[in-house]
């Protein structure tokens, strides 16, 4: 059965901090691996990866995908009060996007 | 251009009653799949519709139907309600869909269901 697994469930940072948070995934045919931040609405997409060891950038977001060894990072630097949301990977296989329960980041200012 | 909408964004409900909720894409998605996400369970696949047809099927139970119009709008119903089915429905919408390339998938703000 696919399945998507992520860490921490849970975090706490202070504002400045850099955080990394992971994603392991077993899915028969990948295809490829979305980063989504959830607040209190839908989620919304950060970044699609599909090649081995390309970076993608988006200001201080930042996310790599390891298809040797079946994960993904997603780091965050300088963290912000406003990047305190939910952090979901998913990933897509032969049939559908399979979701990780998420990675809860609260940032304290 | 205008994202994914959904209707209602919040509905109430009592168990045995059935429900429809509504989904229309962003112009031009030709796939919508849809979601529940409880706190639980977290995002987990219903079903994936692509050109008015059922693509994909998620691990839920019969009462749990849609359907998908010629113009890429889509409907979820849910029939003889439980408890359970307490949840955030989220649709998505993407051009081509997961069961054909990679695609990105853009999400509504979701409907809130409860069942009393």
């Known amino acids: 059965e696919d399945k998507v697994v992520q860490s921490p469930l849970s975090l706490v940072v202070h504002e400045g901090d850099t955080v990394t948070l992971n994603c392991s995934y077993e899915?028969?045919?990948?295809?490829?691996l979305l980063w989504y931040k959830q607040e209190k609405k839908a989620p919304t997409f950060l970044f699609m990866l599909?090649?081995?060891?390309i970076e993608k950038k988006s200001g201080r977001l930042s996310s790599i995908l390891d298809k040797k060894e079946l994960f993904s990072i997603l780091n965050i630097t300088a963290t912000q009060t406003g990047d305190s949301a939910v952090y979901l990977c998913?990933?897509?296989?032969?049939?559908?996007?399979?979701f990780g329960k998420g990675t809860k980041l609260t940032v304290n200012p | 251009k205008a994202g994914v909408t959904q209707t209602p964004r919040y509905l109430i409900k009592t168990r045995g009653q059935q429900v429809t909720l509504s989904c229309s894409p962003i112009?031009?998605?030709?796939?919508v799949s849809w979601y529940q996400q409880t706190p639980g369970q977290g995002l987990q696949f219903l079903f994936e519709y692509f050109s008015e047809t059922q693509r994909n099927k998620g691990n839920f139970p019969g009462r749990f139907s849609g359907r998908q119009f010629s113009n890429s709008r889509s409907e979820m119903n849910v029939s003889t309600l439980e408890l359970g089915d307490s949840a955030l429905y989220l649709c998505a919408s993407s051009f081509s869909g997961t069961g054909s390339s990679a695609d990105t998938q853009y999400f509504g703000p979701g409907t809130r269901l409860t069942v009393l």
């Open positions: 899915v028969t045919n990948f295809r490829s």
């Open positions: 112009s031009g998605h030709r796939s």
């Open positions: 998913a990933v897509g296989g032969s049939e559908k996007l399979v």
């Open positions: 599909t090649s081995s060891g």
